[in-house]
C-alpha cells in the first residue's frame, strides 16, 4: 500500500542543521503552526505582510491558516506550487518557510517567504532558517535563482535577506491596508548566498525534485 509521503512527496522532506530543522508540513506540525500564528506573530500596529491575513481572530486565524496549506497542496502543480515547510528548533515548531513558483521547469525561480513566532524573534532564528531553506532550494532542488520581498518599514526581514545575501532590485508602490507602501524587491543566486555555519542534512528531496517537475 502506498504512503502519504508517496502521494505527496514534500512530507517527506527533512532538513536538518544542528538544532533546527524543516521538515514537510503534515497536517499534525500544521496543528502546531496554526497554534503559533495565533500566540502571535507581530505587534498590533505592524503589518509586514501585503495581504493581513495575520490579523484574523484567535480561532479564525488557525482556521485560515489550516485552510490556505490544505488549498496549496490540492493545487500542486510544477508550473505553480508552494513548497511550504514547518521550521522546528529542538523539536518544537516556531515557525514556516516556503517557496512560490511559477512554471518552474523552465524558470527554475521562485519567491521565499517566511514567518517566525513572535516568542522566537530577535534571536538569528530567522537567518539560520533561511540560509538552510536557501541551501535546499539551490544545492538540492534544481533552483537558479531566488527572490523575496519586503516593505520598507520592515527592517527585520531586509537585515535577514541582507545576512543571506539577497541583493536589492527594485521598489514597488503597493497599495496596503488602503494606503500606499514601498516593497523592496530582492533577489539571490548560490554565488551570492551567505551559507550556514552549520553542516546541513536533507533527506526526501529527490522525490520533490520528481514532484516539482525536474525528473
Not at 523552465?106 to 536557501?134: D, Y
Request: proline residues 6%.
Amino acid at each position: 500500500m502506498s504512503s502519504v509521503v508517496d502521494r505527496y512527496p514534500p512530507f517527506g522532506l527533512h532538513v536538518v542543521a544542528g538544532s533546527l530543522e524543516l521538515r514537510g508540513l503534515t497536517d499534525e506540525l500544521l496543528l502546531e503552526l496554526c497554534d503559533l500564528a495565533e500566540r502571535g506573530i507581530h505587534a498590533p500596529d505592524a503589518m509586514p505582510f501585503y495581504f493581513p491575513w495575520s490579523t484574523a481572530p484567535v480561532g479564525e486565524l488557525g482556521r485560515n491558516t489550516a485552510a490556505y496549506h490544505w488549498g496549496k497542496r490540492s493545487t500542486f502543480t510544477p508550473d505553480d506550487f508552494c513548497l511550504d515547510l514547518a521550521v522546528l528548533l529542538d523539536g518544537e515548531v516556531i515557525g514556516c518557510q516556503g517557496v512560490a513558483a511559477k512554471n518552474f521547469p523552465v524558470t527554475r525561480t521562485g519567491e521565499t517567504g517566511s514567518w517566525l513566532g513572535r516568542e522566537f524573534q530577535g534571536r538569528g532564528l530567522g537567518t539560520a532558517m533561511r540560509q538552510v531553506f536557501c541551501e535546499l532550494l539551490f544545492d538540492h532542488l534544481g533552483f537558479e535563482e531566488i527572490t523575496s520581498a519586503a516593505f520598507l518599514d520592515n527592517p527585520a526581514s531586509l537585515g535577514v535577506s541582507r545576512k543571506v545575501g539577497y541583493q536589492p532590485t527594485v521598489v514597488n508602490r503597493i497599495k496596503r491596508q488602503g494606503a500606499l507602501a514601498l516593497n523592496q524587491g530582492l533577489a539571490l543566486t548560490p554565488e551570492s548566498l551567505v551559507r550556514s555555519d552549520v553542516p546541513v542534512e536533507v533527506t526526501g528531496a529527490e522525490a520533490v525534485r520528481t514532484f516539482i517537475g525536474l525528473g
